[in-house]
């Protein structure tokens, strides 16, 4: 090899690998939802009554494929990136991160806030509603039937059929237990 390839091959690996990069924050950030929902799994009431499956087993099973998860992505990524020098870095990249990550951040807080005043139902319809327009989808059926197709899915799921406990909200409370209880006894889980 001459002079001139060995300094092509040195620049190349000098060079911010985003894909590594990108990988590296993904999976960093994985984890550390991982330990937020870990804190709180343990929190979650569990029916002595509930045959099998219990509310908090489902969290768990979600949390360790996470850790995998997160794992898969940071293994090849850490590697790629002490081999570019641990460059994650380059000049005007933060458009993105001011056009797409901090409008996530505020439509996440905005979410627990609403949780805790609203409870789950509205919460869920107005943070799928600005993910959605963030993400630069337009039109009614995008922006109104989506979220709330989404919204009566997850709520059937994770309190009707899962029976996790909710609690009420400041603004807006209400219980679940009179249309869920018949659907769970009907599944056979209650």
């Keep these: 090899m001459n002079q001139k390839q060995v300094n092509k091959q040195e620049k190349q690996a000098k060079q911010l690998d985003k894909s590594a990069r990108n ?20 929190k979650i009431y569990e029916d002595p ?21 997160s794992i898969s992505l940071l293994r090849p ?49 107005v943070a799928s509603f600005g993910a959605l327009t963030i993400y630069g989808n337009r039109g009614f059926k995008r922006l109104i039937a989506i979220p709330l197709i989404a919204t009566v899915i997850y709520y059937m799921v994770f309190y009707g059929v899962l029976g996790l406990f909710e609690e009420p909200g400041t603004i807006w409370s209400y219980s679940n237990q009179w249309y869920f209880r018949p659907l769970r006894e009907l599944l056979g889980l209650f």
């Design 23 to 42: 990988d590296a924050i993904a999976g960093v950030l994985i984890l550390l939802i991982v330990f937020v929902f870990a804190s709180a799994t343990g």
């Design 49 to 69: 009554l509930d045959p099998g499956f219990s509310a908090k087993d489902f969290p768990v099973v979600v949390l360790v494929l996470l850790t995998i998860l």
């Design 77 to 125: 990524a850490l590697t790629a990136l002490a081999k570019s020098g641990w460059r994650i870095y380059e000049a005007g990249e933060a458009d993105s991160l001011l056009r797409y990550i901090v409008p996530m951040v505020a439509i996440a807080s905005l979410y627990v806030l609403l949780i805790y005043l609203f409870q789950y139902p509205v919460s869920t319809f």
